[in-house]
């Protein structure tokens, strides 16, 4: 890990990643689908991030979440 990066977990309970800060460089931890983070991650401390649904899913495959929230990084870097 780069020294100095921010660490984000994407949490269901999070904070919606379009309100919050994000500082680069960055990590960002997801977890399984079916279990999602461990109790170790959890223990980071890390800020906690969520993605804001409109629809009747309760959340996003981790593919499609990591897409979401590395373009939403990169949206605010330019």
Known sequence: MEQGASVYLADLEGADVFDSELSRPAVLILGSESHGLSAQVRALGAERL??????RAESLNVAMAAAALCMEFERRRR
């Open 50 to 55: 969520r993605i804001p649904g409109s629809g």
